[in-house]
């Protein structure tokens, strides 16, 4: 268990040890002048870099209307926790019959998804302007080659979009969208397994790290267990 060393004097005597961290957590608490446990954070201070709703819908904002591939891009990166990777080596096939199937890297879990009807509409809408030429790759680059949109190009206009949008600097990096789908399902009440399978996550410990950000679902889930009559009364009635 991760501890605090402590120093002090009893009958004139220095002693040392230490705090477990639970303690320690709760002294901080306390000297912060706030009277309960400090579990929801602010997008700076979690442990994984994440936009708000409002954040995200900002950055929307600031992608042109008329620009349908950088809209579709970041919509479907955004709705499917997509690493840039992962964006760029989606080809035309893997987006048929309203699902949307999705090749993980980094020993992910590949699966197939439902599309979101927003990510219907913008595809219904590139997919005619999209020029016709050999590249089987979904995203494709401004130049007819048949190699797909470059991770770095990827990054390169989120941060382009971000910054016309003014979101904080060091959330200015694609990956913070997929840290961000995963903080506001868990906010929806998701299961954390439904999450853990909706970002491809191997193991749970990598999705858990979501729970730690908020505790919306968790007082959701409280207020639900107060109309329940499964829960026994402590009343003596």
Not at 37 to 43: D, L, Q, W
Not at 205 to 228: D, G, H, P, W
């Amino acid at each position: 268990m991760v501890a605090a060393v402590f120093t002090g004097r009893r009958d004139g005597r220095r002693l040392r040890g230490v705090l477990p961290q639970r303690t320690q957590m709760w002294k901080s608490v306390r000297i912060a002048g706030r009277d309960w446990m400090a579990n929801e954070r602010t997008p700076a201070q979690a442990p994984v870099p994440y936009l708000t709703r409002e954040e995200v819908e900002r950055f929307f904002h600031a992608i042109p209307q008329p620009n349908l591939r950088d809209r579709l891009l970041f919509d479907l990166t955004y709705r499917h926790g997509l690493r840039r990777g992962e964006a760029a080596q989606l080809t035309l096939d893997d987006v048929r019959g309203g699902k949307i199937w999705v090749a993980r890297l980094k020993r992910g879990i590949p699966g197939g998804y439902p599309l979101h009807p927003r990510s219907k509409q913008l595809l219904r809408a590139y997919l005619p302007v999209r020029p016709a030429d050999p590249c089987d790759y979904l995203l494709r680059g401004r130049r007819r080659t048949a190699a797909p949109l470059s991770g770095g190009e990827i990054n390169r206009l989120f941060r382009q979009y971000a910054t016309a949008a003014q979101l904080p600097e060091s959330r200015r990096h694609v990956h913070v969208l997929r840290h961000s789908i995963g903080v506001h399902l868990m906010n929806a009440a998701w299961d954390i397994a439904d999450v853990q399978d909706w970002l491809g996550h191997r193991h749970i410990s990598s999705t858990m790290i979501y729970a730690q950000v908020t505790n919306q679902r968790r007082e959701a889930r409280y207020k639900a267990t107060l109309r329940s009559r499964e829960i026994a009364r402590t009343d003596g009635r």
